[in-house]
């Protein structure tokens, strides 16, 4: 209805349909009002008794430090992949237990599962031939030096010819080489048994794996009996779950508004009316061509493990605030094409007033028209006020 301002009234009961004959009540005082000025916001009087207004909630229009320039966005919670680590089995051979199942956590170094393997006996072998070969590599060095330090002093005094000082040389530097490459081999057979977690000297036929990170096991894909040949399939994934990545979907025309390093805000539907800050570690390069939208990475610390890969939630970023009448969410209601507030002019009167929203925090929203800070609004229970359409 235009170009005339109109009143709801509502008595303290319902009122039946009219029977034929029915006598009809006559109005009290306290249910009557004048009605709207011409032209003016809709007004809707209750009388002082009507049980409707022990069902709303007054508040009042308060200003509020809301962005002007704000980015919410659809995210959802990750595994830092920096933080994750997949085992694999060193060698080939029979696992012999599994010390651990999906879901405990772990140490880095822990031993999460015993592996029978030839490979054990070989490597011990392998490293204990080459010291023998460094020993003997020493000892041929020493008896090659001796012997070029005799042939260059009978050289000196005319007893030996050219050739044999040549000789000797020669013989010094291959001794001086084969030092060299016995070193070397005893080295890489060393490191093969610290990738092994052998010790040197202790005879042992199993291989022991140890976690390569603290965190809990995600996956576990092994058990005792098998056989495994293949050393490129993972046997158990291991998460660092104490900090976590939070991906979001910014739509293009608002990533102008997120910079490296800088904190957004996150939301999430586990845990409602808490915000937890993330600090922004990469932006993607590319536009999903999709959605019109680009990925941003969020670092999360989560020390006490609440915060679960596949989460949903939101994100909140802004730069720039302003002082804004603001009401609560459940303040505005839709009505006729546009977004209504009931303001509340006295005892058991209230103005259907049309606002203009504005920006949105958490559960607030600002009103760029309509309404004035200190104003008293219906928070809660307006619809109950509100004619059907």
């Not at 490459?181 to 490191?191: M, N």
Request: glycine fraction near 8%.
């Amino acid at each position: 209805m235009t170009g005339r301002g109109w009143i709801v009234l509502l008595a303290a009961g319902s009122l039946g349909p009219c029977q034929p004959g029915a006598r009809q009540r006559e109005p009290t005082a306290a249910s009557t009002s004048q009605p709207a000025q011409p032209g003016g916001p809709p007004q809707i009087v209750l009388p002082p008794d009507s049980p409707m207004l022990q069902s709303v909630r007054i508040g009042e229009v308060t200003a509020r430090e809301l962005a002007t320039d704000e980015v919410v966005a659809p995210a959802q919670i990750e595994i830092d992949p920096s933080r994750l680590s997949h085992v694999l089995l060193p060698v080939t051979g029979r696992v012999r237990e599994v010390d651990v199942r999906v879901g405990d956590r772990v140490r880095a170094g822990q031993v999460l599962l015993e592996l029978d393997s030839p490979e054990a006996d070989a490597a011990i072998a392998h490293f204990e031939q080459a010291e023998a070969d460094v020993l003997a590599a020493r000892a041929g060095l020493i008896k090659a030096t001796a012997d070029r330090e005799r042939v260059h002093g009978l050289f000196e005094h005319d007893a030996v010819a050219r050739k044999e000082v040549d000789n000797v040389d020669a013989a010094h530097a291959e001794a001086r080489a084969q030092v060299t490459r016995a070193t070397a081999d005893r080295k890489q057979a060393r490191r093969r048994l610290e990738l092994l977690g052998l010790v040197v000297g202790e005879q042992r036929d199993t291989i022991s794996v140890k976690a390569p990170i603290s965190g809990a096991v995600l996956e576990l894909h092994v058990a005792p009996g098998e056989f495994h040949s293949d050393t490129a399939q993972p046997l158990m994934t291991i998460a660092d779950l104490s900090a976590v990545l939070v991906t979001a979907d910014v739509p293009e025309n608002l990533v102008r508004l997120v910079a490296l390093d800088e904190v957004m805000q996150i939301e999430l539907a586990a845990y409602p009316g808490e915000t937890f800050s993330a600090r922004v570690v990469r932006i993607a390069d590319t536009v999903e061509p999709k959605t019109r939208t680009i990925k941003v990475q969020a670092a999360l610390p989560n020390p006490d493990g609440r915060l679960r890969p596949e989460m949903f939630g939101r994100v909140r970023h802004s730069r720039a605030t302003t002082a804004t009448p603001a009401v609560p969410q459940s303040a505005v209601l839709h009505r006729g094409g546009g977004d209504v507030v009931l303001v509340e002019l006295g005892p058991g009167r209230f103005e259907v007033r049309p606002v203009k929203i504005g920006s949105r925090s958490g559960e607030w929203l600002g009103l760029v028209e309509g309404v004035k800070v200190g104003e008293k609004v219906v928070t809660d229970g307006g619809l109950l006020l509100l004619p059907s359409e």
